[in-house]
């Protein structure tokens, strides 16, 4: 098995509600986003998927991201607000429909809102459907 990771950076503000108060205020943070895919076989180059076209898919989904106030974006609602967790949920499953190859897949997403606080999305078994 191999798994490659790649790692981004995006700035966003958020509202938290049902939380610490101190988060209940409208804040941005500095993001960091580490995202983990994995597949068992390479291709004829002798890769698992191009660090180049991953960053690319990573970078395009932290677009929509960069820069925005998370409340406002339709996946980000009361039932699916913009907290850690939520965000390495949402990019995991925005770069797993980008993938070309249905072999190879997110493992993990974890997302830094602090540089000692991150929440990690992880694939219990992503490879369960092959």
């Known amino acids: 098995m191999f798994e490659l990771k790649v790692v981004i950076h995006f700035a966003a503000a958020h509202q938290l509600k049902m939380v610490a108060k101190k988060c209940e205020i409208l804040h941005g943070n500095n993001w960091k986003i580490e995202v983990c895919v994995a597949g068992e076989n390479l291709n004829d180059a002798g890769v698992l998927v191009d660090f180049g076209e991953l960053k690319q898919n990573v970078s395009e989904i932290m677009t929509r ?17 913009p907290s850690s967790e939520n965000i390495a949920l ?10 070309k190859d249905p072999k190879i897949r997110v493992t993990s997403v974890t997302a830094w809102e ?12 992503p490879f369960s459907t092959f």
């Open 65 to 81: 991201l960069d820069h925005n106030f998370l409340n406002e974006l339709d996946y980000f609602n009361d039932q699916n607000p």
């Open 90 to 99: 949402y990019i995991a499953n925005s770069l797993q429909a980008m993938l």
């Open 114 to 125: 602090l540089e000692n606080a991150c929440a990690k999305y992880l694939m219990v078994n």
